[in-house]
């Protein structure tokens, strides 16, 4: 089971992004994701409308590169956030 804990958090954080419960969410309406990747809100890294997204793409693309941070996230998510998951995989793909 892969876990996303203190010295994930701090590098992502230090990258403009970090995934949080979002049990209360809108878009976790249906109980699949009950966390999320998101810019963080306090950073100008990612930045407008769709910073998020551009928050995903980022992480993605570290991942398929070969970063183990970013591809912690990604298989935390996939374990514990299908959706979140799968909406990341099919924007940033």
Do not use: C
Request: net charge negative.
């Amino acid at each position: 089971m892969t876990e996303w804990l203190a010295d994930e958090i701090e590098a992502a954080q230090a990258e403009g992004w970090d995934i949080f419960e979002a049990e209360g969410s809108i878009s976790n309406e249906n109980g699949d994701r009950p966390f999320q990747l998101q810019a963080l809100d306090d950073s100008d890294i990612f930045t407008g409308h769709n910073r998020d997204v551009d928050a995903w793409r980022h992480v993605y693309t570290k991942a398929q590169a070969g970063s183990p941070l970013h591809q912690q996230a990604l298989d935390f998510l996939r374990e514990h956030s299908p959706a979140e998951y799968e909406a990341i995989v099919k924007e940033a793909a």
